[in-house]
């Protein structure tokens, strides 16, 4: 039998967060200022570089993942 060991103090060191672009909850750490979670940070990048789909393209992505 395998036993596992968890820090209860690193727990602490993430906070709950709602992405302000799908509106998943995902944990970031306390001390960061992050506002999308990993999916949307990728597709925002993408974005930004204005490479790839259009933006119209990508919010509808979004939003059928995040039917799924």
Do not use: N
């Not at 209860?8 to 302000?20: F, M, R, V």
């Not at 992050?34 to 939003?63: H, I, N, V, Y």
Request: one cysteine or more; proline letters at 4%; hydrophobic letters at 35%.
């Amino acid at each position: 039998m395998a036993h596992f060991v968890c820090e209860i103090t690193s727990w602490s060191l993430l906070q709950p967060k709602y992405c302000e672009r799908c509106g998943s909850l995902w944990l970031r750490p306390s001390s960061s200022m992050r506002k999308f979670c990993g999916p949307c940070t990728a597709q925002e990048r993408t974005l930004r570089e204005g490479a790839g789909d259009s933006f119209m393209e990508l919010w509808l992505r979004s939003r059928q993942e995040a039917r799924a």
